[in-house]
């Protein structure tokens, strides 16, 4: 086992490369274990620090840093990070300060779509504050509508609006998110199976997420829509590195070792 019971964990914010609004993250632990989650490892600023255990940290970051997360099909480096920062206690700390996390998590939830084994593997006793996993087991639902309404309920609370959404707003923005998650696990499934390309993949993605982010400003309106996304909103594609993209999604399975 690596790390130390009791450290201090970091999640750090990094501009992302050519895309003004969308920031990557990473964690790094007081006794000097650091943790890419696909992609850079050092600079930036910490937006969250918080008590927890670097061995278990270290344990949920499995494989490759990448805690499980498959790159854009479960979720991103966001997703990636929050689940490293699972090992704080007693509050869970997350990267949901980063720019571009309420796109992000939009698409992913907090801790990424589907199953989580490496939280049950590393955790098996969990711990209060986090979920289990992502907000959808991805692939394996034909019914989006509760989850839409909660998520879509929670980022509005979270936002500060300037004007209030009416029920028939939520119940459009809400249609406008289970659409989106049906297509997106539909979109999941073509790729698991080969019938279509990873090439494809990206783009079905990107035209998916971008005609959502379309269709919640025509609802919000503008003012009201950078108070629930940010300015990342306007240019949600971003939320995509096409290179990690491509050197992901070649990557298959790889063993868990558990703490």
């Known amino acids: 086992m690596v790390g130390l019971q009791n450290a ?25 274990l650091v943790w890419g989650c696909f992609g850079r490892s050092s600079g930036g600023s910490s937006i969250c620090s918080a008590p927890g255990s670097s061995t278990l940290a270290d344990c949920l970051s499995q494989v490759g840093s990448k805690a499980g997360i498959r790159y854009l099909v479960t979720g991103v480096c966001h997703q990636a990070s929050n689940r490293i920062l699972y090992a704080t206690r007693p509050q869970i700390a997350t990267v949901r300060r980063c720019r571009g996390y309420q796109v992000s998590w939009y698409a992913f939830g907090d801790y990424g779509l589907g199953p989580w084994p490496e939280k049950f593997i590393c955790d098996p006793l969990g711990g209060s504050g986090a979920t289990d996993g992502g907000s959808s087991m991805l692939g394996h639902r034909s019914n989006f509508g509760d989850d839409s309404r909660r998520e879509i309920k929670s980022i509005l609370q979270s ?16 249609e406008i998110h289970s659409s989106f998650r049906r297509a997106q696990a539909a979109l999941s499934k073509s790729l698991e199976e080969g ?21 919640n400003e025509r609802v919000l309106g503008h003012q009201n829509f950078v108070s629930v996304f940010g300015e990342a909103g306007l240019e949600p594609t971003g939320i995509v590195n096409d290179d990690t993209f491509y050197t992901e999604v070649g990557s298959g399975p790889s063993t868990l070792r558990a703490r």
């Open 195 to 215: 019938r279509i390309s990873p090439e494809q993949y990206l783009v079905h993605f990107k035209s998916l997420l971008q005609e959502s982010m379309t269709r």
């Open 159 to 174: 936002a500060k609006l300037e004007h209030p959404i009416n029920k028939a707003q939520f119940a459009e923005l809400t």
């Open 8 to 32: 201090v964990l970091d999640g750090f914010a990094i501009p992302a490369a050519l895309v003004g609004q969308w920031d990557h993250t990473y964690v790094a632990s007081s006794c000097g």
